[in-house]
């Protein structure tokens, strides 16, 4: 059974850069047909879609973050991660790692609460 | 961008009763609509996709349907472990949009 696991840093400072890896367990992350997803949910707010990796190494990102984000793959430790430059305190959320097949998000994982604060 | 919009935005009901949830695209997605479950602590879990495919494992009580703009999610006869969030995400095209979600609560 597909597992994802994000780890990273909790606490970051303002203008710095966020950085979360979710680890890929119960299958591989090279295998075609999914893409890897990271979603975020401000406290108190709904859900917010950041991007996405293709097992190619392909990316989109959401036009509000591009210009800070970067999604890449690590095949060798069957991960993938996330950062997010120039954080602030509108970056602080809880942020989850997301399998997509078939245009959903079939397998999340726990999620991991980032705060933006100095 | 695609704009969703869920109503209401939150809804008291009991155990047993049947409820409907809304979501409205701001403009049409076709069949490209999904729902999903949250619960605090959680990872937010699928229930359908493709507007009325229900997701391996969940109970048959969910329903979905809908095409175009409008969009429902029914809940036939609540359970406790059915009071959650629940959020619809449009996948007709990028970037993906989420509705800011329908609170389910305990009368």
């Known amino acids: 059974q597909l597992q994802l696991q994000a780890s990273g840093s909790r606490l970051v400072k303002p203008s710095q850069t966020l950085s979360l890896t979710c680890a890929v367990s119960g299958g591989s992350i090279s295998s075609g047909g999914y893409s890897w997803n990271w979603i975020r949910q401000p406290p108190g707010k709904g859900l917010e879609w950041i991007g996405y990796i293709y097992h190619s190494g392909s990316t989109y990102y959401t036009p509000s973050l591009k210009s800070r984000v970067t999604i890449s793959l690590d095949r060798s430790k069957n991960q993938f991660s996330l950062q997010l430059s120039s954080v602030t305190a509108a970056d602080t959320a809880v942020y989850y790692c997301?399998?997509?097949?078939?245009?959903?998000?079939?397998?999340w994982g726990q999620g991991t609460m980032v705060t933006v604060s100095s | 961008d695609i704009q969703m919009t869920q109503s209401p935005s939150s809804l008291s009901a009991s155990v047993g009763d049947r409820v409907t949830f809304t979501c409205r695209a701001s403009q049409s997605i076709s069949n490209f609509l999904n729902w999903y479950q949250a619960k605090p602590g959680k990872a937010p879990k699928l229930l359908i996709y493709a507007a009325s495919t229900l997701q391996s494992g969940v109970p048959s009580r969910f329903s979905g349907s809908g095409s175009g703009t409008d969009f429902t999610l029914t809940i036939s006869s609540l359970q406790p472990e059915d009071f959650a969030t629940y959020y619809c995400q449009q996948s007709y095209s990028a970037p993906n949009s989420f509705g800011q979600g329908t609170n389910l609560e305990i009368k």
């Open positions: 997301a399998r997509g097949y078939e245009k959903a998000f079939d397998v």
